[in-house]
């Protein structure tokens, strides 16, 4: 992707000692010429005709783009859809866990006229309903990868008016709330002023038009050789810069390597933050987004040693495939560059190096030391059917919720229960005739229940079971919470039938977990039954009896019926989930270690969970002012076992996945320090808040 210093105006001495490394060992990571695009290698491998925007008249009035919605995210996590993923994405999105969406692409002529993705809009109207009604933000991704139709635009007032006139009928007739510039490989005299003076003319004129919520955001390189792009003024042009962090090792490659080493020798994930960034960061460290790759490469090679050199290949690997090659060959951990790689022998040697859950969870962390806006991923589905990536991105980001409403059936709205009672197969014993129906009639609580109709089949001696499936049971179609918590609901059965009831759960591993039965009361009265979620679960289908990951969801209510009745119809009402009590309690008298200073008001520990553990706690605090995070983990005899160490640029809530798999059982003590500070380093002792809780792990 990278040049070998054609570039090489202004170079910084980092870059010089980079230099003098990639002579010294070889040109592993780099082509001579300017970057190439993964994004737009991987638009050409899939390529299908776009057709040109026919817009209606241009408007003299817009509507505006609505704010955010708040979403259960501590940070922006901004995911592209490439247009040949459109068929695949529905079915493994966790729209939780995106807070943006942006649809890969339009593409745009020299003129400023603009020709939509394959497919649009028919294709991808589930994805972008779904999206909206989940509050992500969708986002129309521009895409320019020729550099002289870029320099036509960029030289052509009339031509930038004209794009803005697409891009604000674009937004307008789709209702997005923004657009993406991904605007790659420019001539050189075009990256620094030129573009940075038409990115903030989009921003400007869209803004303007739309609102301050209409937000433009732009796909920046990794690397700023020969400094031609002016980092700091991109980022305070726009409103987010998307750092695409990969391509480090491709097809251009005399080496097998990594696509986004986070650490190594020469260039990197963590100097391109240090270097390149730096001005940016301190500046507008919300702005940038580090986006990291969902995808890597293979090479046949000389040889099965980290690193062998190249005899062909440097093909993309998507995630999902490169997660069963490392099934099949086992998988190696680079120390020097933090990822992981395989190598096999089939009829030659063969190497794949691709992130995992490991490496990118490593470099989710350095995203959030740095204080980061958030982070996003090329591309969505690459993983797909893969589900350990979200699991990652929920542990770094997600943010329980204190109280969810799951269904409350107000207005007239069956939902999530939209289908027939046999739409399940797991369902049998009724006819189907049954029926759900939302009614008026003496509701637990507020204006309506929803109302079960069974009809008994005559065909059929099986006892009736009823999975009445929220939604179609698709996770990504149901809220998500977290599984320390306590969901409840009202029923009315009415006299002569018997049974119980059970909840299925969905997890993050693509299992559905069961808990324990609530036998069911029949005087035609309602009742509570609730369950404390992670208390005696067991499979139900491809689960292992524990949630996997830090979000669940409700796949159905499971009935099992002992007597029934010819024809029934019993009522359920206010579908309800709580975070535990435990998950936010206070520290128990007696703590051996000492608690601190009294917990501030200011200075809080949100959430820790699941309290007891076998592997990971998810912990959650909040900050009121920029200042330094410290987090240690002590045993029973008082040895710090455990310490992560942050500092946080501004106020914020910092979720952080504490990784006890190698610790043995036992009680433990976390403490939570926290020192405010503007400064990276102090000098100067400042006053500390400390909030200590006991842990358990239990193996």
């Given at each position: 992707m990278f040049a070998d210093g054609k570039n090489t105006r202004s170079l910084s001495p980092r870059r010089v000692f980079v230099l003098l490394c990639l002579f010294f060992y070889g040109l592993n990571s780099y082509a001579s010429g300017d970057p190439s695009s993964a994004h737009a290698a991987h638009d050409s491998l899939f390529s299908e005709a776009r057709s040109p925007e026919k817009f209606h008249s241009p408007k003299s009035a817009w509507t505006p783009v609505a704010p955010p919605v708040q979403r259960q995210l501590q940070k922006t996590v901004f995911g592209y859809l490439p247009y040949w993923e459109r068929s695949t994405a529905p079915d493994f999105f966790r729209y939780d866990l995106l807070s943006h969406l942006a649809v890969f692409s339009w593409g745009l002529s020299p003129a400023g006229d603009l020709s939509r993705p394959a497919g649009w809009p028919s294709d991808w109207s589930g994805i972008t309903d779904r999206a909206r009604s989940s509050g992500v933000r969708l986002i129309a991704c521009i895409t320019e990868f020729d550099a002289e139709e870029m320099h036509s635009l960029l030289s052509s007032p009339s031509a930038r008016l004209h794009f803005i006139d697409q891009l604000s009928s674009l937004i307008e007739e789709n209702a997005f709330h923004g657009v993406n510039l991904d605007f790659e490989s420019p001539r050189s005299a075009d990256r620094g002023a030129p573009m940075n003076a038409l990115v903030a003319q989009v921003r400007d004129s869209l803004k303007s038009r739309f609102g301050p919520y209409c937000e433009t955001s732009f796909a920046a390189p990794v690397i700023n050789w020969g400094d031609y792009w002016d980092l700091k003024g991109l980022a305070a042009a726009c409103d987010q810069v998307f750092i695409m962090g990969y391509a480090f090792w491709g097809s251009w490659s005399s080496t097998a390597g990594p696509n986004s080493p986070l650490t190594s020798s020469g260039i990197s994930i963590t100097s391109s933050l240090n270097d390149d960034y730096a001005e940016a960061l301190k500046a507008h460290a919300e702005r940038i987004l580090l986006g990291l790759p969902y995808y890597g490469h293979k090479w046949v090679t000389a040889d099965a040693s980290e690193g062998s050199s190249v005899i062909s290949g440097g093909s993309s690997v998507f995630y999902a495939s490169a997660a069963e090659r490392y099934s099949l060959?086992?998988?190696?951990?680079?120390?020097?560059?933090?990822?992981?790689?395989?190598?096999?022998?089939?009829?030659?040697?063969?190497?794949?190096?691709?992130?995992?859950?490991?490496?990118?969870?490593?470099?989710?962390?350095?995203?959030?030391?740095?204080?980061?806006?958030?982070?996003?991923?090329?591309?969505?589905?690459?993983?797909?059917?893969?589900?350990?990536?979200?699991?990652?991105?929920?542990?770094?980001?997600?943010?329980?919720?204190?109280?969810?409403?799951?269904?409350?059936?107000?207005?007239?709205?069956?939902?999530?229960?939209?289908?027939?009672?046999?739409?399940?197969?797991?369902?049998?014993?009724?006819?189907?005739?049954?029926?759900?129906?939302?009614?008026?009639?003496?509701?637990?609580?507020?204006?309506?229940?929803?109302?079960?109709?069974?009809?008994?089949?005559?065909?059929?001696?099986?006892?009736?079971?009823?999975?009445?499936?929220?939604?179609?049971?698709?996770?990504?179609?149901?809220?998500?919470?977290?599984?320390?918590?306590?969901?409840?609901?009202?029923?009315?059965?009415?006299?002569?039938?018997?049974?119980?009831?059970?909840?299925?759960?969905?997890?993050?591993?693509?299992?559905?977990?069961?808990?324990?039965?609530?036998?069911?009361?029949?005087?035609?009265?309602?009742?509570?039954?609730?369950?404390?979620?992670?208390?005696?679960?067991?499979?139900?289908?491809?689960?292992?009896?524990?949630?996997?990951?830090?979000?669940?969801?409700?796949?159905?209510?499971?009935?099992?019926?002992?007597?029934?009745?010819?024809?029934?119809?019993?009522?359920?009402?206010?579908?309800?989930?709580?975070?535990?009590?435990?998950?936010?309690?206070?520290?128990?008298?007696?703590?051996?270690?000492?608690?601190?200073?009294?917990?501030?008001?200011?200075?809080?520990?949100?959430?820790?969970?699941?309290?007891?553990?076998?592997?990971?706690?998810?912990?959650?605090?909040?900050?009121?002012?920029?200042?330094?995070?410290?987090?240690?983990?002590?045993?029973?005899?008082?040895?710090?076992?455990?310490?992560?160490?942050?500092?946080?640029?501004?106020?914020?809530?910092?979720?952080?996945?504490?990784?006890?798999?190698?610790?043995?059982?036992?009680?433990?003590?976390?403490?939570?320090?926290?020192?405010?500070?503007?400064?990276?380093?102090?000098?100067?002792?400042?006053?500390?808040?400390?909030?200590?809780?006991?842990?358990?792990?239990?193996?």
């Amino acid at each position: 992707m990278f040049a070998d210093g054609k570039n090489t105006r202004s170079l910084s001495p980092r870059r010089v000692f980079v230099l003098l490394c990639l002579f010294f060992y070889g040109l592993n990571s780099y082509a001579s010429g300017d970057p190439s695009s993964a994004h737009a290698a991987h638009d050409s491998l899939f390529s299908e005709a776009r057709s040109p925007e026919k817009f209606h008249s241009p408007k003299s009035a817009w509507t505006p783009v609505a704010p955010p919605v708040q979403r259960q995210l501590q940070k922006t996590v901004f995911g592209y859809l490439p247009y040949w993923e459109r068929s695949t994405a529905p079915d493994f999105f966790r729209y939780d866990l995106l807070s943006h969406l942006a649809v890969f692409s339009w593409g745009l002529s020299p003129a400023g006229d603009l020709s939509r993705p394959a497919g649009w809009p028919s294709d991808w109207s589930g994805i972008t309903d779904r999206a909206r009604s989940s509050g992500v933000r969708l986002i129309a991704c521009i895409t320019e990868f020729d550099a002289e139709e870029m320099h036509s635009l960029l030289s052509s007032p009339s031509a930038r008016l004209h794009f803005i006139d697409q891009l604000s009928s674009l937004i307008e007739e789709n209702a997005f709330h923004g657009v993406n510039l991904d605007f790659e490989s420019p001539r050189s005299a075009d990256r620094g002023a030129p573009m940075n003076a038409l990115v903030a003319q989009v921003r400007d004129s869209l803004k303007s038009r739309f609102g301050p919520y209409c937000e433009t955001s732009f796909a920046a390189p990794v690397i700023n050789w020969g400094d031609y792009w002016d980092l700091k003024g991109l980022a305070a042009a726009c409103d987010q810069v998307f750092i695409m962090g990969y391509a480090f090792w491709g097809s251009w490659s005399s080496t097998a390597g990594p696509n986004s080493p986070l650490t190594s020798s020469g260039i990197s994930i963590t100097s391109s933050l240090n270097d390149d960034y730096a001005e940016a960061l301190k500046a507008h460290a919300e702005r940038i987004l580090l986006g990291l790759p969902y995808y890597g490469h293979k090479w046949v090679t000389a040889d099965a040693s980290e690193g062998s050199s190249v005899i062909s290949g440097g093909s993309s690997v998507f995630y999902a495939s490169a997660a069963e090659r490392y099934s099949l060959s086992g998988s190696s951990w680079s120390s020097r560059y933090q990822v992981p790689w395989t190598a096999w022998n089939d009829g030659g040697w063969q190497q794949v190096w691709c992130d995992d859950a490991r490496s990118l969870d490593l470099k989710y962390d350095l995203a959030l030391e740095k204080g980061l806006g958030g982070v996003g991923m090329w591309a969505l589905a690459y993983d797909a059917p893969k589900r350990d990536l979200w699991i990652t991105l929920a542990e770094n980001f997600y943010l329980p919720a204190a109280e969810a409403v799951l269904a409350d059936f107000e207005d007239g709205r069956s939902d999530p229960f939209v289908n027939a009672p046999n739409y399940s197969g797991s369902s049998h014993g009724f006819s189907s005739a049954s029926s759900l129906e939302w009614t008026d009639r003496e509701p637990a609580e507020g204006s309506g229940a929803l109302a079960v109709c069974l009809i008994d089949d005559p065909n059929s001696s099986d006892p009736w079971t009823l999975r009445l499936l929220s939604h179609t049971g698709r996770p990504y179609l149901n809220t998500g919470f977290a599984p320390e918590g306590n969901i409840s609901l009202n029923l009315r059965i009415p006299p002569g039938l018997q049974g119980s009831v059970r909840l299925l759960l969905d997890d993050l591993a693509d299992g559905t977990e069961m808990t324990g039965p609530r036998h069911l009361i029949s005087d035609d009265a309602w009742h509570s039954y609730s369950w404390t979620i992670s208390d005696s679960l067991s499979s139900f289908a491809i689960g292992n009896g524990r949630p996997d990951g830090p979000v669940i969801s409700l796949d159905a209510l499971y009935f099992e019926f002992s007597q029934q009745l010819d024809t029934t119809r019993f009522y359920l009402d206010n579908i309800l989930y709580s975070l535990h009590p435990s998950a936010l309690a206070d520290d128990e008298a007696g703590n051996p270690f000492g608690s601190g200073p009294a917990e501030p008001r200011d200075f809080q520990l949100l959430s820790l969970y699941p309290n007891p553990s076998n592997s990971r706690f998810q912990i959650l605090c909040s900050i009121p002012a920029a200042g330094h995070l410290l987090l240690e983990l002590f045993d029973v005899r008082g040895r710090r076992v455990y310490e992560h160490e942050l500092f946080l640029s501004a106020p914020a809530s910092h979720q952080h996945s504490l990784d006890a798999s190698r610790l043995p059982s036992g009680i433990y003590l976390l403490r939570s320090s926290y020192t405010a500070s503007d400064l990276q380093r102090q000098s100067v002792p400042q006053s500390e808040s400390v909030i200590s809780r006991k842990i358990s792990i239990l193996k």
